[in-house]
């Protein structure tokens, strides 16, 4: 039998192999920071702290970017279009599951080109927006949704953004989700955004009774003036429609003339996925694939807003997509591939160009954020990023960057 004392013996070995095992546990799960080129990170460090924040902008993206990928009520966090689908009846919920069922593989087919992908993934976001208008969404609905959503601002981003305001640091955010939720989140979590701040986003049209709201501007800080409203019925949507193929720099600049403004040649680019890393671009860097078409257009300011290509209606999308082998919904429209193919032909250059709106910057450090499976996903998050934060970390190593620029 064994003695007293072996038995404290045996506690206290259990003990400290428990605590061990704890610690590596945590050392597993704990956030890391990767880079794949330390060169090229150090030269990009260097001179975007020389340069100061006189020469900055920070371009974010918003669902588990500027939120966090777990939510304050455990589990992922909400994302904009998730907030306002808590409450969806479940006939929305069938008709938006078909949908989502239908084109998500498209989304990720790696046999399909990005303007293959394009025409059905406006398809896919404008009948998920259609759904919200048939739900009979209301502007009242948008803040108590966001009241009561798992969603909260990564640690870290309040810091950004008031480096944002004390160093009159241009702030660009962009999403495909919903600009009026992503606006109520932060003001509900953070307060007023910095005055130069642009929001790149989908932005919801209301109506009181027969008297249309003021439309806003597309593509850009387009809220709608009558906040006070909350009885306001949704019935329409900002053009162009932005998804996660369109959701970058050559849209902006293409459609809302006022973000040319916030133009500066460095760039902290934050993104949680490697598509996130194409929202700006370096001179002689080639243009994400489907906006060579808009970047050779001749003026940026000013130039007209085409809406998406028309989806089919909502009911025979939704009889399509409930076929087996699908192939119903609305094929890409010829003049997409085109577009694409011809692009070659402008992107020659004798020498490389002055960093510009038109051309790119200067510098753009792209920060990724890697929040889940990181083991399998690291490799491609570290072909496209120049730092790589890992399981949803907060933004401190972006913070501590913003605090070391000269004149800071």
Not at 162 to 188: R, T, W, Y
Request: net charge neutral; proline share 7%.
């Amino acid at each position: 039998m064994a003695s007293l004392a072996d038995g404290l013996c045996f506690l206290v070995a259990a003990a400290g192999t428990g605590l061990v095992v704890a610690q590596r546990v945590r050392a597993a799960t704990a956030p890391r920071t990767e880079s794949a080129d330390e060169k090229r990170l150090a030269r990009k460090l260097a001179l975007i702290r020389e340069q100061g924040a006189a020469s900055l902008q920070v371009v974010m993206d918003f669902d588990r970017t500027i939120t966090s990928y777990r939510g304050p009520k455990g589990g992922r966090g909400a994302t904009c279009h998730g907030i306002l689908e808590v409450n969806r009846s479940e006939e929305i919920a069938a008709k938006a599951g078909a949908f989502n069922a239908y084109f998500y593989p498209i989304e990720v087919d790696p046999a399909r080109s990005i303007p293959e992908k394009i025409p059905y993934m406006e398809q896919w976001y404008q009948a998920i927006n259609d759904l919200m208008i048939e739900a009979g969404l209301k502007r009242g609905d948008v803040a108590a949704a966001v009241r009561d959503a798992n969603v909260q601002l990564r640690p870290g981003v309040r810091a950004v953004f008031d480096f944002c305001k004390a160093h009159g640091v241009p702030l660009l955010i962009f999403s495909a989700g919903v600009g009026d939720v992503l606006k109520e989140v932060i003001k509900q979590q953070y307060g007023p955004l910095p005055e130069r701040c642009r929001i790149v986003s989908n932005w919801m049209r209301f109506q009181v009774g027969d008297t249309p709201l003021s439309p806003g501007t597309a593509g850009g800080m387009g809220e709608q003036t009558s906040s006070k409203e909350p009885a306001a019925r949704l019935v329409g949507w900002s053009q162009p429609l932005i998804h996660m193929f369109n959701k970058h720099e050559a849209t902006a600049l293409k459609h809302a003339a006022s973000v040319a403004s916030l133009w500066r040649p460095n760039v902290i680019l934050v993104g949680d996925s490697v598509g996130d890393a194409t929202m700006a671009r370096e001179v002689g860097e080639p243009a994400p694939e489907e906006a060579v078409a808009e970047l050779s257009a001749p003026a940026i300011a000013g130039a007209s807003t085409v809406g998406p290509t028309s989806p089919p209606p909502i009911d025979s999308a939704l009889r399509a997509a409930a076929r087996e082998g699908a192939g119903a919904i609305a094929s890409p429209p010829p003049a997409a591939a085109a577009a694409a193919g011809g692009a070659g032909a402008s992107s020659a250059a004798s020498s490389t160009p002055a960093p510009s709106a038109a051309t790119g910057h200067g510098v753009v450090l792209r920060v990724g954020l890697c929040n889940d499976n990181a083991e399998a996903l690291l490799p491609q998050y570290l072909d496209k990023f120049d730092v790589v934060l890992t399981r949803d970390a907060p933004l401190d190593w972006v913070t501590s960057l913003l605090r070391s620029l000269r004149g800071a």
